[in-house]
């Protein structure tokens, strides 16, 4: 019969090989998954900026509204295609519907994945 000091001492400074494999894919993924969440963090900051402007439409003119989207979308650090901003004011129903696109790609090993974002407020006047 074999001790659990004799099994400890025989596997001392040895590992699974499922184990090492296990910690590599969890480093990939966590490794490209911060560039995407990033990617996806400044889309969801960007259309919470276009919903506030939004429902503040009824006392804000649309150059006004495009000025301070702009200034986010540079703090954002999003590229220039995200700064043009469609604004337009709809009578039937009485709304503001605010939308823009632009495209980040994300390199992978092997492979560029690109994403569209085509983030869009609406609020009723």
Known sequence: MVSRRQRWQNRSGKTSTGCLFTLLVLVVVAYYGVGIGSAYLRYWRMQDAMRTQARLAPTLDDPVIRRRLVTRAEELDLPAEAT????????????????????????????TWVITFRPEARALL
């Open 84 to 111: 043009r901003f469609v604004i337009r004011r709809r009578e039937r129903p009485r709304e503001i519907v605010i939308t823009t696109r632009w495209q980040e790609a994300i390199d992978l090993p092997f492979y």
